[in-house]
């Protein structure tokens, strides 16, 4: 029983380690937000809203490579019960369908500040 709370708080631990990697330059671009001189204008606004949407683009990258790796690992150790390999399958056909939606929001985004001359 201690060996599997042991394991568990091995793997949180490890989780954890890898999420605070990523995130905290994250977490330093948020710090660097500032709206300029002249106050808040509509420029501003525009600024401020592809600020954010990158930021969290960025954090929906992370999050979503994580789970792939997560659904990837839990398939690996299946080993060959079809209940854990069932939810495995389900779990990394659900991340890369997130993927796919965030690449195509990306792709969107993109656009549209290209189209409206805002980055």
Same mark, same amino acid.
């Given at each position: 029983m201690f060996k599997k709370i042991l394991k568990s708080f091995r793997l949180h631990l490890i989780s954890i380690a890898i999420i605070m990697f990523f995130a905290a330059?994250? @977490?330093?671009?948020?710090? !660097?937000?500032? =709206? /300029?001189k002249e106050g808040f204008t509509i420029a501003n606004l525009g600024n401020l809203m592809l600020t954010i949407t990158n930021f969290l683009l960025e954090l929906g990258w992370i999050v979503a490579a994580i789970m792939i790796m997560i659904? /990837?690992?839990? @398939?690996? =150790?299946? *080993?060959g019960n079809?209940?854990?390999?069932?939810?495995? !399958?389900? /779990?990394? @056909?659900?991340? !890369?369908v997130g993927f796919v939606i965030l690449l195509? +929001?990306? *792709?969107?985004?993109?656009? +549209?500040?290209a189209f409206i001359e805002l980055s």
């Open positions: 330059p994250l @977490y330093t671009k948020a710090q !660097v937000l500032s =709206l /300029g659904s /990837g690992i839990k @398939y690996m =150790l299946s *080993a079809p209940d854990a390999r069932g939810k495995a !399958v389900k /779990g990394l @056909y659900t991340s !890369v195509a +929001f990306w *792709a969107l985004f993109n656009f +549209f500040t």
